[in-house]
C-alpha cells in the first residue's frame, strides 16, 4: 500500500528527516528566481541518436563514486559499463524499482544478477545494489521509483527521461525511443542528488531491501527466464570512455540549473513554468491524463495551458501515439482523449493551442517517452514526470529546469522536425496563424 505523501503527519521520524532533506535540496522555484552571474556546462543528448552515448561515457568517466536510481535496468552496455567502473575499485550505489507495472523483465533480471555477482566478487568497491519494493516488509512511500539519474564522483549528474534499457538508451542504428537527456556539471546540483539517493535507498524506511545474494537470484532468474543467457564475463569488459563519432554530446552552457521531484514539489514548479511563459510553450509528453482525482477533463495542467494561450501564448502538445501500448479501437485513448478535448476547447475559445497526436512512423521511433517542456526561447525542462496524477503526486520523479537559449535551441529543432512530420494537413501554417478557424476544433489523433 503506498502512504499518501501530503499527509506528513503520519510520517514517522526518519521519514520527516529524509523529506526535510529532500525538500531543503530542491527548492528554488523555477519562475522567480535570479539568474546567477556564472554558467554551468551542460552536455545535452536525445535518444535514439546519442543517448546511450552520453549514459555510458558518464558511468565510465567515473574514479570514485556512483549512485545511480533508475526504474528499469536492462541495458547491456551500461550493465557493462558499471560492471567494468566496480572492477576498478569505483564504489557503484544503485537503486531500481523492483515491482514496475508489467513486473521485471527477464534481461532486466539478468542484469540485476550479473552487477550483484560483480559486487560480491568485488567487495573492495564497497558497492551495493538496492531494490525499492514492498517485499522489504513495510508500506511503500512511493507508488513507483520512476527516477531516471546518476551522480558521477559527486561533481555532475546525468538527468533524463529515458530508462536504461535497450529501446531508451538505443545501440548506434537501432530503433528506440523520443527522449532528452543531460549531463549537468556541478558540485551544488550532484550533492543535491546524492542527498536524494541516500534518502530514497534508506533501508530503514523497509520499502528498500539491498539484494546480496547473487545464488537466489541466479536461481530465481533460471525458473522465471529460463531461455535468458547471461552475459558476464571473467574477463575485464572494455568500456569505450568516449562516444563514438557523430554522436558526441555537444557541452552547452546554461546561466541556471533548478531540479525539483515528484512527490515533494513538482506540481507546483511545473505550473508556475507554464504560468510564466509569456510567447511560446511547447510539451513533448508520453502520457497526459485529463482525469484527477475520477474526475474528467479534471487536470491542473489542462486549464493552466488554456489559459496561457488565452493571454496570447502559443501552446504546442506533442502527445505519443499511445495505441502503440493497447491496440486500435473503437474507444479514444488516454492521449487521444486529452488532444482532442484541449483542441475543441481551443477552437471554441478561439485562441493559439494545438494539440496533436504523433506520427511515430515518422518519426522513426518506438513511441514517445520523453516527458519535456521549451518556453519562451529560454527554458528546457528535462524529466522523468508524465503528465499524470500518480507521476505528479505518488511517484519519485526528478527533473531538471534549465535556462539557456543554447540548450533551448538544441532541444526546439528536435520537437520542430517531430511537430512538422507529425501535422495533419500541409496547410497547417496558415491555420496556425488564423487560430479562429474551423479546422481548430479537429483533433490531433488521426
Known amino acids: 500500500m503506498t502512504k499518501n505523501p501530503h499527509k506528513i503527519l503520519q510520517l514517522n521520524?526518519?521519514?520527516?528527516?529524509?523529506?526535510?532533506?529532500?525538500?531543503l535540496a530542491f527548492t528554488p522555484s523555477v519562475a522567480h528566481s535570479q539568474l546567477s552571474t556564472t554558467t554551468t556546462s551542460v552536455a545535452v543528448a536525445y535518444a535514439p541518436n546519442n543517448s546511450r552515448e552520453l549514459t555510458v561515457s558518464a558511468i565510465a568517466s567515473a574514479r570514485q563514486t556512483i549512485e545511480l536510481n533508475i526504474y528499469e535496468l536492462s541495458s547491456p552496455a551500461i550493465r557493462d559499463?558499471?560492471?567494468?567502473?566496480?572492477?576498478?575499485?569505483?564504489?557503484?550505489?544503485?537503486?531500481?524499482?523492483g515491482q514496475p507495472v508489467s513486473g521485471m523483465s527477464c534481461p532486466g533480471r539478468q542484469v540485476q544478477a550479473d552487477l550483484v555477482t560483480t559486487i560480491?566478487?568485488?567487495?573492495?568497491?564497497?558497492?551495493?545494489?538496492?531494490e525499492m519494493t514492498s517485499k522489504a516488509g513495510g508500506d511503500r512511500r512511493f507508488r513507483f521509483?520512476?527516477?531516471?539519474?546518476?551522480?558521477?564522483?559527486?561533481?555532475?549528474?546525468?538527468?533524463?527521461?529515458?530508462n536504461y534499457s535497450p529501446t531508451g538508451q538505443p545501440a548506434p542504428g537501432a530503433e528506440g525511443n523520443r527522449g532528452w537527456e543531460v549531463r549537468v556539471y556541478g558540485e551544488k546540483i550532484a550533492s543535491q542528488y546524492q542527498t536524494l539517493f541516500h534518502a530514497d535507498s534508506d533501508v530503514s524506511f523497509k520499502d528498500v531491501r539491498e539484494l546480496t545474494d547473487s545464488k537466489a537470484l541466479m536461481k530465481e532468474l533460471k525458473k522465471t527466464c529460463p531461455k535468458q543467457e547471461s552475459g558476464l564475463s571473467e574477463e575485464t569488459v572494455r568500456v569505450r570512455s568516449a562516444p563514438a563519432a557523430g554522436r558526441v554530446s555537444p557541452i552547452l552552457s546554461a546561466q541556471e540549473v533548478i531540479p525539483f521531484t515528484s512527490p515533494e514539489n513538482s506540481l507546483q514548479q511545473t505550473l508556475e513554468i507554464v504560468r510564466s511563459a509569456t510567447r511560446t510553450l511547447d510539451i513533448q509528453q508520453m502520457s497526459f491524463s485529463d482525469g484527477w482525482d475520477g474526475d474528467e477533463y479534471s487536470s491542473p495542467m489542462i486549464s493552466e495551458l488554456l489559459d496561457a494561450a488565452q493571454r496570447g501564448v502559443r501552446v504546442r502538445v506533442l502527445?505519443?501515439?499511445?495505441?502503440?501500448?493497447?491496440?486500435?479501437?473503437?474507444?479514444?485513448?488516454?492521449?487521444?482523449?486529452?488532444?482532442?478535448?484541449?483542441?475543441?476547447?481551443?477552437?471554441?475559445?478561439?485562441?493559439?493551442?494545438?494539440?496533436?497526436?504523433?506520427?511515430?512512423?515518422?518519426?522513426?521511433?518506438?513511441?514517445?517517452?520523453?516527458?519535456?517542456?521549451?518556453?519562451?526561447?529560454?527554458?528546457?525542462?528535462?524529466?522523468?514526470?508524465?503528465?499524470?496524477q500518480n507521476s505528479i503526486t505518488n511517484n519519485r520523479e526528478t527533473a531538471v529546469a534549465l535556462y539557456s537559449e543554447s540548450i533551448f535551441n538544441y532541444y526546439e529543432n528536435i520537437f520542430e522536425a517531430d511537430w512538422s512530420v507529425s501535422t495533419l494537413r500541409a496547410a497547417i501554417k496558415s491555420i496556425w496563424e488564423a487560430p479562429g478557424s474551423e479546422i481548430w476544433t479537429f483533433s490531433g489523433d488521426r
Not at 521509483?145 to 529515458?162: F, L, Q, R
Not at 492521449?335 to 484541449?342: D, G
Open 13 to 23: 521520524i526518519n521519514e520527516l528527516t529524509a523529506a526535510l532533506a529532500v525538500l
Open 81 to 97: 559499463a558499471l560492471i567494468d567502473r566496480i572492477r576498478a575499485g569505483v564504489r557503484v550505489r544503485i537503486l531500481e524499482e
Open 145 to 162: 521509483n520512476h527516477a531516471k539519474y546518476t551522480v558521477i564522483d559527486g561533481i555532475s549528474v546525468v538527468v533524463g527521461s529515458e
Open 319 to 388: 502527445l505519443n501515439d499511445d495505441r502503440v501500448f493497447v491496440g486500435s479501437g473503437p474507444k479514444k485513448t488516454q492521449n487521444q482523449r486529452t488532444s482532442a478535448y484541449l483542441n475543441r476547447l481551443a477552437g471554441q475559445r478561439r485562441v493559439t493551442l494545438r494539440s496533436q497526436i504523433a506520427n511515430l512512423k515518422k518519426m522513426d521511433v518506438d513511441y514517445i517517452h520523453n516527458k519535456g517542456i521549451l518556453a519562451d526561447g529560454a527554458l528546457t525542462l528535462v524529466s522523468s514526470i508524465n503528465w499524470t
Open 120 to 130: 560480491e566478487r568485488n567487495p573492495k568497491s564497497k558497492s551495493q545494489f538496492f
